[in-house]
């Protein structure tokens, strides 16, 4: 995450917001095309309790004969694509760009196998490796006026460094074979998933498409960069708490006290960690764009913070998501994931007209609405209802809130020091204050942590 934010940061100061703008239109594609391309069997793969190496090898050849197919597709629709919205540079871009899908393919087995095996510092040092690699990268293409190509080369470098790695570290898939009769033994589960995943794939993007035409696509680049920016910390949050929890809990999804106890224990926790690191960012949200990305971005910081806002329930919700893939035979996912979008929907008609602000506000309410659907829905499967969660996650709501109330009622106070000094000042106020709040209330998320503390040193 921090590699990556200082690429972002870095990079944005020599690219436009016209090249981001654009550069979201093609990730709507991309977004939904990779998830056709897994199509929920990777999320099988993990929850079954043995596997087979014919399994393995079919969910490999089918992700590579689907990232194939989508690739000819996506590359023939991008000249209309680029018509549409009257950007030339689409069409350029897109053959290049798209080459993440047949890429992406070769990485999906190998991930699920290193997650069974509860492999995640392998697969962290290897994530943490091809973002070094290719966020320098990027950052030098930046810097001697590639443009956009510099997102690009960024994009396929960090996915064929891990395809790459993946396949050098296990290359056990090679030898097996495929068959159909695996697949459909996968399917009805896989499907499921798929149809929920990809709805909220074309939701949580589409956004963006209209935001380009509507509006324009530099409107679109300070809104996808307060997205991007505000998802550095949510989706590694997300991505580490969905990849951990998963396997994690479809270990104990049969003894109902300990799934119970580890579901809230993941909640007390992820809480306690991003409540004030998102409410941190939107009390320091006009000193951090003004030090680090400069004068032409600063039309994103209104984006930002309300955008920062949705940060503090996505991450909970993955988890309660979790706890329904591992409970639930996959209908019920599918019939929420249509309530879910029927509000979306309504929820889009009505901003999308009114401007990129009123767009982001929608997103951030929906993002409420998705937690707090999926919270309930879980408390069907699990001891930990709706009551119990809030419970479990107010105090480190609380606190959160406190600080950043002083965090706001200090700044009149600092506001003639220069800007990296208020702002470290912040953050060192915010960060102490935290703290000692949470010590000083005794929250019961110290146990988790010193539990865990212990466990690694054994």
């Keep these: 995450m921090v590699i990556q934010l200082a690429v972002s940061i870095i990079v944005a100061r020599s690219l436009s917001p016209d090249d981001f703008g654009v550069m979201a239109i093609l990730t709507f594609f991309t ?21 087979t190496d014919e399994e393995y090898a079919s969910v490999l050849g089918f992700n590579v004969a689907m990232s194939l197919l989508l690739y000819v597709v996506l590359v023939a629709c991008a000249p209309m694509v680029a018509e549409f919205y009257g950007r030339e540079v689409i069409a350029d871009v897109a053959p290049v760009l798209f080459l993440v899908l047949p890429i992406n393919s070769l990485c999906v087995v190998q991930t699920v196998l290193f997650t069974r095996e509860f492999r995640f510092a392998l697969l962290s040092k290897t994530v943490f490796v091809a973002s070094l690699i290719s966020g320098i990268v990027a950052v ?7 443009g956009i190509w510099s997102l690009v080369a960024q994009r396929l470098l960090q996915m064929g460094i891990k395809a790459i790695a993946f396949w050098l570290l296990r290359r056990r898939p090679c030898a097996m074979r495929f068959s159909l009769a695996a697949l459909g033994g996968m399917a009805p589960f896989s499907l499921r998933l798929l149809a929920t995943d990809l709805i909220a794939a074309i939701y949580n993007n589409v956004a963006q498409l209209f935001i380009g035409k509507m509006h324009s696509t530099t409107q679109l680049g300070f809104y996808s960069q307060a997205q991007k920016l505000k998802d550095l910390p949510v989706t590694s949050t997300v991505q580490a708490v969905q ?30 960690v991003i409540f004030p690191l998102m409410l941190g960012f939107v009390a320091i949200a006009e000193d951090m764009f003004a030090l680090l990305l400069g004068e032409k971005w600063m039309p ?7 955008l920062a806002l949705s940060g503090l329930f996505f991450p909970l919700s993955a988890i309660a998501y979790n706890v329904l893939k591992v409970q639930s035979d996959g209908r019920v996912i599918v019939r929420l994931e249509v ?6 929907t309504l929820v889009l008609l009505y901003t999308i007209p009114r401007g990129v602000a009123a767009v982001a506000w929608g997103m951030t309410a929906m993002a409420f609405v998705d937690m707090l659907i999926n919270v309930v829905a879980a408390g069907r499967y ?7 969660f809030v419970v479990t996650i107010l105090p480190q709501l609380l606190i ?59």
């Design 400 to 458: 959160a809130s406190a600080m950043w109330l002083v965090l706001y009622l200090i700044n009149p106070y600092i506001e003639d020091l220069h800007i990296a000094l208020r702002l470290a000042l912040s953050v060192a106020i915010g960060t102490a204050q935290y703290l000692l709040l949470s010590v000083g209330f005794g929250l019961r998320v110290w146990s988790d942590v010193l539990e865990l503390m212990r466990s690694k040193s054994e």
């Design 243 to 272: 990849g951990v929890t998963y396997p994690a809990l479809s270990q104990l999804k049969d003894d109902t006290e300990k799934f119970a106890e580890g579901y809230r224990r993941v909640v007390r926790l992820c809480s306690f």
């Design 140 to 146: 030098v293409m930046a810097l001697m006026g590639c």
């Design 31 to 51: 977004s939904v095309a990779l998830t056709l391309v897994d199509s929920g069997f990777s999320q099988t793969l993990i929850r079954k309790s043995a596997p």
């Design 300 to 306: 994103t910081v209104p984006y930002f913070e309300i």
């Design 382 to 388: 699990t001891s930990l209802r709706l009551g119990g």
């Design 339 to 344: 309530l879910r979008r029927v509000v979306m």
